[in-house]
């Protein structure tokens, strides 16, 4: 059974750093397009992140670029976000989720998600 489950949002001043990490189960991450997403209120869900399968590329959102990095733990399975000099407008849920294709930065593309954790911006 495939599993995505997200850890490590909270509450952080403007210009500071949280790491989100997605711990999957079930599933192996090399054969899948893992992507970070988020949602704001009111707001679509707009891609974050993602590496293609086997991770042989990374892509960023232009909102994000330069301040956020993807990284990965193979032997934990674990997928990481990295966030650093964040604004009161990365304030959203962020997800996780896993494409068995083509996943690039379209949430319509991804198969299964986690449940989200919430990363709010605030001073």
């Known amino acids: 059974q495939v599993q995505l489950v997200e850890s490590g949002g909270g509450l952080v001043h403007p210009g500071g750093s949280l790491r989100l990490s997605c711990a999957a189960s079930?599933?192996?991450?090399?054969?899948?397009?893992i992507g970070w997403f988020r949602q704001a209120p009111g707001k679509e869900r707009e891609g974050v992140s993602c590496?293609?399968?086997?991770?042989?590329?990374?892509y960023y959102s232009d909102s994000v670029k330069g301040r956020f990095t993807i990284s990965r733990d193979n032997a934990k399975n674990t997928v990481y976000l990295q966030m650093n000099s964040l604004k009161p407008e990365d304030t959203a849920v962020y997800y996780c989720?896993?494409?068995?294709?083509?996943?690039?930065?379209?949430?319509?593309?991804?198969?299964?998600w986690g449940q989200g954790t919430q990363v709010t911006v605030s001073s």
């Open positions: 989720a896993a494409a068995r294709g083509w996943g690039y930065l379209n949430p319509d593309n991804y198969d299964y």
């Open positions: 590496f293609s399968s086997s991770a042989i590329s990374t």
């Open positions: 079930g599933f192996t991450l090399d054969y899948y397009a």
